[in-house]
């Protein structure tokens, strides 16, 4: 068996593993419309890894109005409504392509593997995907006190795991996350656009061009 660098891989999960970034991305603008922040895929670029409160918050301050707290949690409730709405039809068939190969891999290949993803939804997802079971831990909201891009969630999982970071690879799609895996020093492997992810190690267009032969090579 090949000896790799690297004893786990630690994944984020919208827009990495299932296209829930997406369904993120929705609510959020109907949130922005309501209160007459400009809001559009770009925009939402820093939006992606940053916790609820804190999305609501960057989106809140772009209409240069003021809420009060109760406002804002309404808006919060309100965005998660709409976001679970979304994601309630989630099956199997939304895994990415490439995903569940890519998980496979890793573990005949005797890597562990976590989830490090900062939403409150992300154990339901991954019991509609069918793939809670092929994690050796979950690290979600549940276990932090800071959003990406602190390096806590990673580490949490890295912990979980019981590997040291410097053993693990971390996988996200979002510029906070990636940030975030690097701030633990771990291996980052962005999956998006070279040019929005300008901070990984790695990037790759999707978990279909993921081969583990490739990052045999450290470059931290
Ligand atoms: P929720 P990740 C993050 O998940 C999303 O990227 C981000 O867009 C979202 O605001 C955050 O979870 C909180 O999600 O409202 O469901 O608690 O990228 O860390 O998997
Ligand atoms: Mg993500």
Sequence with gaps: MLKYPYRAVIFDLDGVLTDT???????????ADEVGAFFD???????KGVDRMGSLNLILAASGKHF???EKLDLAVKKNLHYQQL???ISPDDLLPGAALALQA????GLKT??????KNAQAVIEKLGISQQFDAVADAA???????????????????GVDPQDCLGVEDSIAGIRAIRS??????????????TEANVVIAGLHEFNLHDYLKRDL
């Design 41 to 47: 895929e770009t925009v939402n670029e820093q939006l």
């Design 68 to 70: 009060t707290e109760d």
């Design 106 to 109: 890793i573990r005949d290949a």
């Design 87 to 89: 994601i309630a039809h």
């Design 21 to 31: 970034a997406h369904y993120h991305y929705l609510a959020w603008k109907q949130i």
């Design 143 to 161: 276990f932090i006190t800071h959003s990406k891009p602190h390096p806590e969630i990673f580490l949490t999982a890295a912990a979980h795991l």
């Design 114 to 119: 976590a989830l490090a993803s900062v939403s």
């Design 184 to 197: 633990a020093h771990m291996f980052a492997l962005g999956i998006g656009s070279p040019t929005v992810l």
